[in-house]
Structures are given as C-alpha cells and as structure tokens.
C-alpha cells in the first residue's frame, strides 16, 4: 500500500520557521521527492524538488529561506523553512515520484501570521 505522510506546519508568526517531513512507503524505486503548496484560489506550485543523486531545485519565492533535504534510505524529505512571510501561507504537499507516476500526500497547512 503505497502512503506519502506528511507531518509539521501549523501556525507561525512571520519571521519564523516551520520544518516539514515527508515519509514515503510502499513505492518501487523513489526518483525526485519534493515539496508542492497551494494558496487559496491559486495553483498547485512548486517549492522545492530534490533528485535522488542530491540534485536540488527551489523557486525563486523561497531561495536563501528553505532548505530541502532527503534520506533515500528512509525516504524522507524534509523542508526547513525560515523567515517566513505571510504570502507562504498555504497547503503544502510532499510528492514522491515512482518510475512511472507521481504520488502526493494529504498536505498540510502552513499560515503565517503578521
């Protein structure tokens, strides 16, 4: 049975951090892991993606604020996020991608508060 749990978030005063984690089970061979969020009233869009070698990618929104590490051992994916701004509010979403399709998790909600 495959499950993509995440765990974190919550309610954070700008200016603070929050650090999410992500654990994948029951996927045959996890490429990228990564982590997605969605405001209200806005698309699904990317924060953080990491590859499997270690490979790493973060939108422009959140470079010098996160930090996206993994354990392909484990696989885990976590997201440590810092001075955080009102405009990161959102749900944020883990995704581990197999060799032939994606799978997200519930997410989790991020609000920053001003």
């Known amino acids: 049975q495959v499950q993509v749990v995440e765990s974190g978030g919550g309610l954070v005063q700008a200016g603070g951090s929050v650090r999410l984690s992500c654990t994948a089970s029951g996927i045959f061979s996890i490429n990228a892991m990564g982590w997605y969020r969605q405001a209200p009233g806005k698309q699904r869009e990317l924060v953080a993606v990491?590859?499997?070698?270690?490979?790493?990618n973060y939108a422009e929104s959140v470079k010098g604020r996160c930090t996206i590490s993994r354990d392909n051992v484990k696989n885990t994916v976590n997201l440590q996020m810092n001075s955080l701004k009102p405009e990161d509010t959102a749900v944020y979403y883990c995704?581990?991608?197999?060799?032939?399709?994606?799978?997200w998790g519930q997410g989790t909600q991020v609000t920053v508060s001003s």
């Open positions: 990491i590859s499997r070698g270690g490979n790493i």
């Open positions: 995704r581990a991608d197999s060799l032939v399709r994606p799978y």
